[in-house]
């Protein structure tokens, strides 16, 4: 945590325990042992495992380190003031909910400036992705859910489950700091009127809710209610990221790999190309750019093992792009493939002036309609906050469909850009699963959908982003059961581009206990 915090306050983009030094160590890091690329779940695994094992790493991580404060004296900005920390490179905010009674006052025109969320946009899909020392965990609602070990065992079926749910996602939530909230401060405080007032709505539907846990600390949260703590979840902070409470990357798994004193962190570089020389070493193509997006630097590192941790986009794009380029040559077929949403839908349901949402909102989801038992139609509903500050009588949802569309990333050689093959067609059928559902709770509540959240033509779902994108490079199929990327020895696939597709709850427990098991492996038996 030093490290971290003496790195930002002196403007470094190198952040290390000994960083004071950097400029001399300079030489002798561009060449480590191990690099990981990417700050994200994957990555900080494996960068605190061969930290403690006593290997040199760098982390090369294209976002910026999150905690130095602004001008208003906060590091990250809220959802109902956005500005320039907001977003990666965008003039305007481009949040999930783009309108409210159809009107354009979400958005709000920024600066461009390498802000903390990006939205990543394909043909017929964005994909919306952290971007920072922590990735995804600075802008994710938290939410730390388990899997069904049946469901696990469908969608990895060599992977010895046992071990999974016996040590690997134990590890994963005690290291992550899984908690959850009380129930009887559930039960009566107003932050969380919304929460009930959907759990009554499924209830009335004959459907099962279930808490769910979170990495935001909810004895702080308790604290900010009751007025003695900087509010942070009760203050409209959450995608664009959180000041307080919330137990994000940087305080957990990256404060300690920087505590082993192995581990150094480039900021701000991005990794374009990855090669390898002849003595069999990974030469990584690496940018560094300043605050205006300008290239500063260009330059070359090389190791001799490589953990790629740059998220499903990130890391099927750096191989997808290797292999067609000719780098790579013996990756195989299924790198790029495999690639699907969690079957994300979001959407609104309008509530009885009676049954109220409460103007007060915390932004942390703790709880979830479980409909995943039924097999004519599993879904998975996250009862979402809509915190703006006025009561709105919307109950807002994502829901996690079990639709089995796949696509893949392919290189496209004229514009030299990787491109995803997803179909509005493949998201109709998330679409379709979450309609069934709600028609149903609906039916029961004699209600009706919002139809003015998703822009001003009216759609109720939103069927064209996604938070949780899988796959791309799926355990066993692109690697060998471990995440040992085949056709090449010492690289590794240590993030959610491993889970093929779906895993049927949010994913970064799965994501992180999945890298626990590779990390374990690979130092016993390659290191
Ligand atoms: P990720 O966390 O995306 O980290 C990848 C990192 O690599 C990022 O910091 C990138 O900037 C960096 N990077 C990528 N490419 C390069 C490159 N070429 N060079 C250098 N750096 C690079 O990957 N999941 C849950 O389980 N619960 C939730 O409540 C939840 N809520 C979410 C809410 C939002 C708004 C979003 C966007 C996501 C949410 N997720 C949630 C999804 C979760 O954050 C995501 O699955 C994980 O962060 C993925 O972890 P990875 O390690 O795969």
Redesign the pocket.
Known sequence: MIALQTAAAAGLTRIGLRSAQAAEEAAAVDNAPAIV???????AVAALRLGQAGVRTLM????QLWNTAGSDGKVFCSTAAPDKRSMWFKTRTEAPLATFLWLDVVNKDITAYPGV?DRVHYDNMSV?????VG???L???????TPLQSYFAEQFPTVDTSAMYDTYYPRARAMLGVNTVDPTWFESTEWYQFTRTSRKAAANTGLRTTFVPNVYDFGYMQREAAGTATKSALAQEV?YGNNYGKKSLDKTYLAAALGTGNLTIHTM???KAITRASDGSYVLSVDRIDTTGAVVESKQYSCTSLFL????L?TTE?LVRARDTGALPALNSSVGAGWSTNGNTMLGRANHIWDTTGANQSTM?VMGIDDWANTANPVFAEIAPLPIGFETWVSLYLAITKNPQRASFTYDSASDAVKLGWTAAQSAVSVAMAKKLFDRINAANATIYRYDLFGSSGKVFADDFC??PLGGCVLGRATDDYGRVKGYSKLYVT??SLVPGNIGV????T?TALAERTMERVLAEDM
């Open positions: 690329v990417g700050s994200g779940y994957g990555g090369i991580e294209m976002g969320l919306y992705v952290g971007r920072g990735g995804g965990s802008v994710n609602g938290g939410m730390a859910v995608i570089e991005k990794v941790g740059g998220g499903s990130g750096l989801p938070y949780h993030d959610g949010n994913p970064f427990v994501i």
